[in-house]
């Protein structure tokens, strides 16, 4: 029996803070000691981060529509100096620069903002952001130097301006400004920043200043936000993971990480870093995935994300903030590359151009595996945050010996009296973790002992997942324990309805108060404290469980793991709905669209039993007539249209076969491996990618063609009419690159196709990538080419919903 007792913690400090919203505004923003509030609840973000800089400007709003599809709801993205002047005295907001423009749609679609305005801001951008005109100007950068000062006061000064009016107190969706970035010995100078930011206009009710590697922050003027990576490309090129990086596998107390830029830092934090009992646990850079630099490519899949995620929100989290969770590129056309590199003196060599970050949203919008994982968790914040917010983190008695302790099982709870949540990680990158038998939990809450669940059971290797202890259902139906993660509450025929996902292998319990009278496929028994327990042994769509309440009838559905990754809630047709796809459906309106590469995507909708308006809940082409799934009613849509020309295909032409190996370099501060030089791709094996010129036919609203390329090879770029467009550092998935944002090149494409340049590995090169495709990349030290192409449409397929049918929606 695995143990935990709750402990009494001390009272939340409140008022210390100089921060908040002004008085009068309504739903105001508060932060206190534990937790954020906003108007009278408590409010736990989720936190995306999205640079609109590096994106085309008019995509923004499609790709915000996805975000919010994901269950993010705070926006973050940097400001970055060098792009809005890199003329000194020439400021420019306009076009992929215009932040006003960006932030207004975040507000118009519902998302709140956070804005990362430097002036150092890193993002493995040149120079941290800063311009190049700027280590000549005579100041000392990243200090009080009052001739320092004086060049950031008018860039803050523009930036005031174009974002007046959009403070949250105002109206807008400003929740947060952060100034600097990994700053750890200039406490001082943040605060200064803070008060120079203010006094030029810029407001928000919260400020804040990253918190890692024991930054001096000064007290009681910026909320620390921290951070957590799943791997570090700024490691050198050695086997396995940095030893700090378990921690985050980990359920623990300790906010700091010590690891992220330990590569830009001359010595090892010598301080404590601000002191946790007087901040909520606040995060900004829980890694959505991991860049890629030359020396090293490290592979992320999406339980590596998502068990991270879960490790931290079991730890106590507030805020979830994830680092990047969109992709995007590295800007071109300014008068030198944008990228992080040796050449600008940092310790690693980055694409040029590719900045996707292996992120839930990719470069040019590919949605991922790990954009689901995290969706089922931001369900679980948004059906029970402001319960998770007044929770705080408790510990089994007996827990993980240290870093290195793989047999014990990771878990936590945080609780608040008798009620609370489990959490469980049985997952980590790179070392399997494994299964555990024979596994039952006692938790001691404040008023009451829960043991769960019923019977011992295998928490099988890679299971991360969440259980609920006193959950309210409705209508004075609360379960006082359950073995299956919830997912959301909403209501089906105006009765209460609450979702769970079950977890692979643990037969999904409901612990109900003695006498409860239960309906369904299930198997009742009463344990040996008089509770009903409920068993769901085959979770799905027709799992579900009614329970006669004191107040009227609950119902409970179970969802298979395999389902509950495309779950969904969705606000269309003036009622919030549940929804069941392989693809994010995105809510527009009274429409909602899906963007899909597959021939066929079904969508299944929670509708009431016997309702005959669900029939007419959704229209559009190449819709199926709808058949009932259990509780839901399922549409299959083509994604063509009848009659529709097959996908486009490309043609893959050898210019030149023979490629120089270029020579092995090191550089930077840590003499790591250098990437291949421009002046290298003379000699690179040379393909033509021709594309037929219907690709670029349609508008954007068509959606989206990847050019997807599989090659043997070191480094590959792609070239339309002699310019640098893509590029690509080989680290075991295909390449793929968006062709949309191409089309005002379209005839050039037609007349001479996609040059693909594509250079070998010197031998003795010394790069790291996962040992799953370590002998894959053998071969690239012998010979490099484009081995096969194919264009992958991702068409956006348009419905519409009828409001009022279904009978399934806001609880």
């Known amino acids: 029996m695995l143990t935990l007792h709750t402990r009494d913690l001390p009272v939340p400090l409140k008022g210390h803070l100089p921060m908040g919203s002004r008085e009068g505004t309504p739903e105001p923003l508060e932060a206190d000691s534990r937790r954020l509030q906003r108007g009278t609840e408590p409010w736990l973000p989720v936190m995306g981060e999205f640079h609109f800089s590096r994106y085309p400007a008019a995509e923004w709003r499609e790709e915000l529509l996805k975000i919010r599809a994901g269950g993010i709801d705070l926006l973050a993205t940097y400001l970055f100096w060098n792009q809005h002047e890199e003329e000194r005295g020439t400021l420019r907001f306009d076009g992929d620069l215009d932040i006003r423009r960006f932030t207004e749609l975040c507000g118009e679609l519902g998302l709140y903002v956070s804005v990362r305005i430097g002036p150092w801001s890193h993002g493995e951008c040149r120079n941290g952001g800063f311009p190049d005109w700027l280590p000549g100007s005579g100041c000392a950068p990243r200090t009080d130097d009052p001739a320092y000062l004086a060049l950031v006061e008018p860039y803050y000064t523009r930036i005031s301006h174009e974002l007046r009016g959009l403070g949250y107190d105002d109206g807008g969706p400003i929740v947060a400004v952060q100034v600097e970035n990994e700053l750890y010995d200039q406490p001082e100078h943040l605060r200064t920043l803070r008060a120079l930011a203010e006094r030029v206009g810029i407001r928000a009710p919260l400020w804040t200043a990253t918190g890692w590697g024991a930054a001096d922050i000064p007290a009681d003027v910026l909320l620390p936000l921290y951070g957590g990576y799943p791997e570090a490309f700024w490691e050198d090129a050695h086997d396995g ?88 590129s590295q800007r071109l056309g300014h008068t030198v590359t944008n ?32 954009f689901h994982a995290l969706r089922l968790q931001h369900l679980l914040i948004r059906d029970s945050g402001a319960d998770l917010a007044d929770m705080p983190l408790h510990l089994p008695d007996d827990g993980p010996a240290g870093l290195d302790d793989r047999r014990s099982l990771r878990w936590s709870v945080r609780a608040d009296g008798d009620r609370g949540f489990l959490f469980v990680n049985n997952h980590q990158p790179h070392e399997t973790l494994p299964d555990h038998q024979s596994v039952r939990f006692r938790v001691h809450l404040a008023k009451r002992t829960v043991t769960l ?17 006193g959950y309210e259902v409705g209508r004075g139906v609360r379960l006082e324990w359950a073995s299956a993660q919830p997912v959301t509450r909403l209501e089906l025929d105006g009765d209460p309805i609450a979702v769970f996902a079950a977890t692979a292998g643990i037969t999904p319990q409901f612990a109900l108060p003695a006498g409860c009278e239960v309906s369904g496929p299930v198997h009742t028994d009463t344990d040996d404290s008089g509770l009903v327990v409920v068993s769901v042994l085959e979770p799905g769509s027709r799992a579900l469980v009614t329970v006669d309440g004191p107040q009227g009838p609950v119902h409970l559905l179970v969802l298979s793991e395999e389902q509950a990754l495309q779950a969904q809630r969705v606000s269309a047709g003036g009622t919030d709905r549940l929804l069941l796809c392989t693809e994010p459906v995105l809510a527009d309106g009274d429409e909602l669209r899906i963007h899909t590469a597959r021939d066929e995507v079904d969508l299944s909708v929670l509708t009431s039993p016997g309702d005959a308006t669900a029939a007419r809940l959704l229209a559009g082409p190449g819709l199926s007539a709808p058949c009932t799934d259990g509780l839901f009613t399922r549409w299959t849509l083509a994604a063509g249209t009848e009659g529709a020309d097959s996908p486009p ?163």
Not at 456 to 464: D, K, L, N, R
Not at 666 to 676: E, I, K, L, Y
Not at 712 to 732: P, S
Request: with cysteine; hydrophobic share 40%.
């Open 339 to 370: 990228q992080e590199s040796h050449d600008t003196g940092y310790p690693n060599d980055l694409p040029v151009v590719n900045y996707d970050f292996q992120a839930p949203l990719g470069e040019y919008g590919q949605v991922r595996p790990s």
């Open 241 to 328: 993971w940095t030893r700090e990086m378990r921690r985050h596998y980990f359920f623990t107390p300790i906010r700091d990480d010590h690891a992220i830029g330990a590569d830009l830092r001359s010595s090892a934090p010598a301080g404590t870093g601000p002191d946790d009992r007087r901040y909520p646990y606040a995060t900004c850079e829980l890694g959505g995935g991991m860049a890629i630099a030359y020396h090293r490519r490290p592979l992320v899949p999406a339980a590596d994300v998502s068990s991270l995620a879960l490790t931290k929100l079991g730890s106590g989290s507030v805020w979830q903030g994830y680092y990047l969770y969109h992709g995007c």
């Open 649 to 811: 295909r490309c043609g893959v032409e050898c210019v030149r076969a023979e490629a120089v190996v270029p020579p092995a370099r090191t550089g930077g501060s840590h003499d790591r491996a250098s990437a291949p030089r421009d002046a290298d791709f003379d000699g690179a094996a040379v393909y033509r990618i021709t594309v037929p010129a219907s690709v670029f036919d349609a508008d954007g609203t068509d959606g989206e063609v990847l050019l997807r390329l599989s090659y043997t090879g070191d480094v590959a770029r792609a070239y339309i009419g002699g310019r640098l467009v893509a590029d690509h550092f080989w680290y075991g998935p295909d390449w793929e690159i968006g062709l949309r944002r191409f089309a005002g090149e379209a005839a050039e494409v037609a007349g001479h196709g996609i040059e693909i340049r594509v250079l070998p590995l010197f031998p003795d090169s010394k790069v790291y990538v996962d040992a799953s495709v370590r002998e894959v990349l053998k071969a690239a030290r012998e010979r490099a080419s484009v081995d096969h192409a194919e264009l992958v449409p991702v068409r956006r397929i348009a419905l519409t919903v009828a409001a009022g049918a279904g009978g399934a929606g806001d609880e």
């Open 453 to 469: 669940p019923a019977q011992e059971v295998t928490v099988p290797t890679g299971a991360h997942f969440v259980w609920p202890l």
